[in-house]
T-cell receptor, first 110, second 115 residues
Framework: LAKTTQPISMDSYEGQEVNITCSHN???????ITWYQQFPSQGPRFIIQ???TKVTNEVASLFIPADRKSSTLSLPRVSLSDTAVYYC???????????FGTGTRLQVTL | EPEVTQTPSHQVTQMGQEVILRCVPI?????FYWYRQILGQKVEFLVS????????KSEIFDDQFSVERPDGSNFTLKIRSTKLEDSAMYFC?????????????FGSGTQLSVL
């Protein structure tokens, strides 16, 4: 299983772009990279998923370099409501093999 | 967006009592899961369920736990004899498939407090 490493916490001001990098040095060929967001007392919520290069949706962008040993979740112009824990998950096979790490606690302030 | 619904949102029980946590997965999903999160800790996989049987389970999911899909819409987690350490937020999730790149849809959770 690919182990992931993320910063424990990050702080940002409202309106700024936030980039959270996840390191996954032993990612396997078939592994996908998925990011979830979790608000306090709520279940994780899927944000974005990618395999290589760049993926963008209405919420975020995901940048994956050619070697795929890391990935960066980019949140454009964050607001207070983006304060949450962000998890980077790497894997394939059955969903049970996906491991939620400690995540990155993002705090957005005015 | 479709939602996974969990009831109750909070459950308080005495140690040794049985509890049943209920979930309504998204209607066209085929795979169902239970996860738990002890306060301040990681989200942990408990069990996956497909075609009316358990697909996989973790070490946490011991004999005191059971899951059931009693009808076409509900998915339940039963804890037979609760312990203090079972206090946690329990999340139900569902997905269309069961591969690592499937999008998991989580419910809002049931906060279980064992006294």
């Amino acid at each position: 299983l690919a182990k992931t490493t993320q910063p424990i916490s990050m702080d940002s001001y409202e309106g700024q772009e936030v980039n959270i990098t996840c390191s996954h040095n032993n990612i396997a060929t078939n592994d996908y990279i998925t990011w979830y967001q979790q608000f306090p007392s709520q279940g994780p919520r899927f944000i974005i998923q990618g395999y290589k290069t760049k993926v963008t949706n209405e919420v975020a962008s995901l940048f994956i370099p050619a070697d795929r040993k890391s990935s960066t979740l980019s949140l454009p112009r964050v607001s207070l409501s983006d304060t949450a824990v962000y998890y980077c998950l790497v894997g394939t096979g059955t969903a049970s093999k996906l491991t939620f790490g400690t995540g990155t606690r993002l705090q957005v302030t005015l | 967006e479709p939602e996974v619904t969990q009831t109750p949102s909070h459950q308080v029980t005495q140690m040794g009592q049985e509890v049943i946590l209920r979930c309504v997965p998204i209607s066209n999903h085929l795979y169902f899961y239970w996860y738990r999160q002890i306060l301040g800790q990681k989200v942990e996989f408990l069990v996956s369920f497909y075609n009316n049987e358990i697909s996989e389970k973790s070490e946490i999911f011991d004999d005191q736990f059971s899951v059931e899909r009693p009808d076409g819409s509900n998915f339940t987690l039963k804890i037979r004899s609760t312990k203090l350490e079972d206090s946690a937020m329990y999340f139900c999730a569902s997905s269309e498939g069961d591969r690592g790149y499937e999008k998991l849809f989580f419910g809002s959770g049931t906060q279980l407090s064992v006294l």
